[in-house]
């Protein structure tokens, strides 16, 4: 069982930039790959970025590659989101979601579906707004 905790979220105007956290508990942080995504009013979930249990490889979506960039720390069991530039569409409620690591030949499709995610945290309220 792993609890998950965001933090950081935001009004903001467009171009600037935001860093969200999330901490985990409850279980081992460093055997889950993480993953972080996002939800608009009206829109379905839709992926944003995710790390492996090691932090050797990320997965971004096309919409945010080059400007967010994710992170983890293991020793403080702590996932990170830097978003840079952001833009009115990057507006949201961002989710973390934790799976356990395994390596996939797929991993790349693996870790960026949503439904493969066990656990989820409550949610962070990003508003990019002039």
Request: with cysteine.
């Amino acid at each position: 069982q792993v609890q998950l905790v965001e933090s950081g979220g935001d009004l903001v105007q467009p171009g600037e930039s935001l860093r969200l956290s999330c901490v985990a508990s409850g279980s081992t942080f460093s055997s889950y790959t993480m993953g972080w995504f996002r939800q608009a009013p009206g829109k379905d979930r839709e992926f944003v970025a995710s790390i492996t249990w090691r932090g050797i490889s990320t997965y971004y979506a096309e919409s945010v590659k080059g400007r967010f960039t994710i992170s983890r720390d293991n020793a403080k069991n702590t996932l990170y989101l830097q978003m840079d530039s952001l833009k009115p569409d990057d507006a949201a409620v961002y989710y973390c979601a934790a799976t356990p690591g395994v390596t996939y030949t797929n991993a790349n499709v693996y870790y960026t579906t949503a439904t493969n995610y066990k656990y989820w945290g409550q949610g962070t309220q990003v508003t990019v707004s002039s």
